[in-house]
T-cell receptor
Framework: LAKTTQPISMDSYEGQEVNITCSHNNIATNDYITWYQQFPSQGPRFIIQGYKTKVKNEVASLFIPADRKSSTLSLPRVSLSDTAVYYCLVGFSMDTGRRALTFGSGTRLQVQP | DSGVTQTPKHLITATGQRVTLRCSPRSGDLSVYWYQQSLDQGLQFLIQYYNGEERAKGNILERFSAQQFPDLHSELNLSSLELGDSALYFC????????????????FGNGTRLTVT
């Protein structure tokens, strides 16, 4: 199965910019890259999605290089409430010919005052 | 509120038992996905249905099965439960007819916490 790789944890301080990179070497040609945020005992929440180059919304930016084998989630000026686990999600092709979605191992972001 | 409803929120049962978890997708979403998240573990993809048909299988045990009904709600059946099956089980839905296609993010419910004693 395809695999995504993220740093296990990151630490930051309030007001700083945080960049989390996910490697996804086997991403399928037509698949989008999606990032999610998860707080304890809650379901993951959609943050941002992109296919290539740069995407930006009101909470984050997503940078995807031309080869699409990685992506970087950028959180501007983090606050304490951004402390959570961040997952990247890509599609991949299974041996059966069908495709599935797999999450990375997640990056635990700890924001300190 | 994601619009995805999962019931029950909590479930405590004994080893060897069978339970059914229920999921109602967001209005208009045809795809339903099931994920398992054990303590301090990532999200493991179990199975996906689209409009009543199974579309993909991940790391789902043979003791587990799922189905999607004509009204698009889905049920995950877990049988011969073991202690190691204790986990959060999430359901997600999306509008996409195919997995991972353009601009169709997953919307997650808040999960069912299963405790097997």
């Amino acid at each position: 199965l395809a695999k995504t790789t993220q740093p296990i944890s990151m630490d930051s301080y309030e007001g700083q910019e945080v960049n989390i990179t996910c490697s996804h070497n086997n991403i399928a040609t037509n698949d989008y890259i999606t990032w999610y945020q998860q707080f304890p005992s809650q379901g993951p929440r959609f943050i941002i999605q992109g296919y290539k180059t740069k995407v930006k919304n009101e909470v984050a930016s997503l940078f995807i290089p031309a080869d699409r084998k990685s992506s970087t989630l950028s959180l501007p000026r983090v606050s304490l409430s951004d402390t959570a686990v961040y997952y990247c999600l890509v599609g991949f092709s299974m041996d059966t010919g069908r495709r599935a979605l797999t999450f990375g191992s997640g990056t635990r972001l700890q924001v300190q005052p | 509120d994601s619009g995805v409803t999962q019931t029950p929120k909590h479930l405590i049962t004994a080893t060897g038992q069978r339970v059914t978890l229920r999921c109602s997708p967001r209005s208009g979403d045809l795809s339903v996905y099931w994920y398992q998240q054990s303590l301090d573990q990532g999200l493991q993809f179990l199975i996906q249905y689209y409009n009543g048909e199974e579309r993909a299988k991940g790391n789902i045990l043979e003791r587990f099965s799922a189905q999607q009904f004509p009204d698009l709600h889905s049920e995950l059946n877990l049988s011969s439960l073991e202690l190691g099956d204790s986990a959060l089980y999430f359901c997600a839905s999306s509008v996409a007819p195919k997995i991972g296609t353009n601009n169709s993010p997953l919307h997650f419910g808040n999960g069912t916490r299963l405790t097997v004693t």
